[in-house]
């Protein structure tokens, strides 16, 4: 096939270089973007005289006729070609003679690619964000169901409070919210225009490029010509933002795995997202967690591409520019996946509110709270978290519980302890006691979600 490039060479390129120069079969994703794009070049050409008015409309119409054919199935695109703008501007020109050959006026590839990338990412942007909110909104709603559910509190996996599901869940939920905050950073920082750029010069044609960047819906333009074409910050910074969401769902992924361990037994996940084992019947395997944790790892290795990519790359186009592509769209493929299946898993998860509450009951988890009891009873703390520890000593050397203690053995360690003992370090006392702003009561996870709620219907 000649190039459309052809002309300064004599000979015809190696087979081998075209098949190793080639990005069609991954850029052919930005078909629509690509044929947009071009679309409301043409029509700046054509309102700036570049063109005449009937060739603008006439490259209008053949793009628009593309477009619906590779849609309906009624053009396929050609491996053979070199990149989706070449197979684009061949298969216009093939179809109007001539005048698709003035597509071309007062642009490069260099700008064409950087406009198609930055508009296709922005497709990606909204559709990972509408999945993230779906995500939050799912958290919210488990976060309701179990927002009185007492479960233990682990630090350093020890258990450490009392805490409830809800308050857990809601956790999570605010990580997302960081998330959808990252996500329109980055796409407002995307959202400028690089058409006409050009090469990296810019052109002596007499361009509009506000008009074509106000046409494909940017917030303006990119101010400088060389850094129009060169900048791929919009690709890595969707990575990092992918990345640390990748992460959230890895740590939510890592305690979905551990509760629905037998150990644990605090969840059920529901059988339609769980595997069984080909050779051990008794098995439930929680393959779809497993899959996000591990798929975090390709995400970050994404993120690695990209930096390592353009670190190190002289202004302004370098073919090595070409490898931008393939790990963010891979970075974006598997967090838009693992979000789905994360919103169509956690629906059915079902909690084992007893087994929490008995998890609850047996680690001392309420030492604080008998600590703070002697606090309210006139004690310095550093000595009541003293007493309170000998306590939890004296229960483990003899089996027994804070709860069963009598309280005789309570009188023995502190004067001061009555009655009333029992109510304060009773485990729900000790959840909906902790009403102080973000907390584990249930009065406070209630205003958790209403808050992010809030959040997820100002998000657009
Ligand atoms: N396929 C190329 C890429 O993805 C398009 C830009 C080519 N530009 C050039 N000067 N060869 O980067």
């Known amino acids: 096939m000649t190039k459309l490039w052809a002309g300064r060479t004599e000979a015809e390129t190696a087979k081998l270089a075209d098949d190793f120069n080639s990005s069609i079969a991954f850029d052919s994703r930005m078909a629509k973007q690509d044929i947009t794009g071009s679309m409301a070049h043409a029509a700046m050409l054509g309102a700036k005289g570049i063109i005449s008015e009937a060739e603008a409309a006439a490259l209008i119409d053949g793009l628009q006729g593309i477009l619906d054919d590779l849609s309906a199935g009624a053009l396929s695109i050609d491996p053979q070609a070199e990149d989706i703008h070449m197979f684009v501007e061949a298969v216009l020109t093939e179809r109007l003679g001539d005048v698709g050959k003035k597509l071309h006026t007062a642009r490069s590839r260099n700008d064409q690619v950087a406009l198609d990338f930055r508009m296709y990412l922005r497709g990606e942007i909204d559709g990972i964000t509408a999945l993230t909110k779906t995500?939050?909104?799912?958290?919210?709603?488990?976060?309701?169901?179990?927002?009185?559910?007492?479960?233990?509190?682990?630090?350093?996996?020890q258990r450490a409070q009392p805490i409830t599901f809800g308050h857990q869940l809601m956790a999570y939920a605010m990580m997302l919210l960081r998330d959808l905050s990252r996500l329109g950073d980055c796409r407002r920082r995307l959202n400028l225009s690089p058409i006409g750029c050009c090469a990296l010069a810019g052109t002596t044609y007499d361009t509009d490029r506000e008009m074509e960047a106000a046409a494909l819906g940017f917030d303006g333009i990119c101010l400088n010509?060389?850094?129009?074409?060169?900048?791929?910050?919009?690709?890595a910074e969707l990575c990092a933002a992918l990345s640390i969401e990748m992460m959230h769902l890895s740590r939510l992924s890592e305690e979905l795995i551990l509760w629905s361990s037998w150990e644990f037994q605090f969840i059920e996940l529901p059988d339609a997202y769980t595997t069984g084992s080909s050779?051990?019947?008794q098995?439930?395997?929680?393959?779809?967690?497993?899959?996000?944790?591990?798929?975090?790892?390709?995400?970050?290795?994404?993120?690695?591409?990209?930096?390592?990519?353009?670190?190190?790359?002289?202004l302004a186009y370098n073919k090595d520019m070409q490898e931008d592509k393939e790990g963010v769209f891979d970075a974006c493929d598997t967090a838009r996946m693992c979000l789905e299946?994360?919103?169509?898993?956690?629906?059915?998860?079902?909690?084992?509110?007893?087994?929490?509450?008995?998890?609850?009951?047996?680690?001392f988890i309420n030492a604080t709270d008998l600590a703070d009891y002697l606090v309210m009873k006139g004690l310095p703390f550093r000595s009541a978290y003293k007493i309170s520890g000998a306590l939890v000593k004296q229960c483990?050397?003899?089996?027994?519980?804070?709860?069963?203690?009598?309280?005789e053995e309570y009188k023995q360690a502190s004067a001061l302890i009555e009655e009333d003992v029992y109510t304060h370090i009773d485990l729900s006392t000790c959840v909906n006691k902790r009403v102080s702003a973000g907390g584990t009561s249930v009065q406070s996870v209630e205003k958790q979600i209403a808050a992010v709620r809030a959040a997820l219907e100002a998000t657009p």
């Open 225 to 235: 010509s060389i850094d129009g074409v060169s900048d791929r910050d919009f690709a």
């Open 341 to 363: 299946v994360m919103a169509g898993m956690l629906p059915g998860m079902k909690a084992r509110t007893d087994r929490m509450l008995r998890a609850a009951s047996e680690g």
């Open 135 to 157: 995500l939050a909104a799912v958290l919210c709603d488990k976060a309701e169901e179990y927002k009185a559910a007492i479960m233990p509190g682990y630090t350093h996996l």
């Open 283 to 314: 098995k439930k395997n929680p393959d779809m967690a497993e899959l996000v944790r591990g798929k975090t790892g390709r995400v970050y290795g994404d993120l690695m591409g990209i930096l390592t990519v353009l670190k190190g790359l002289p």
């Open 396 to 407: 483990i050397r003899e089996g027994k519980t804070l709860e069963t203690l009598s309280l």
């Open 279 to 281: 050779i051990m019947p």
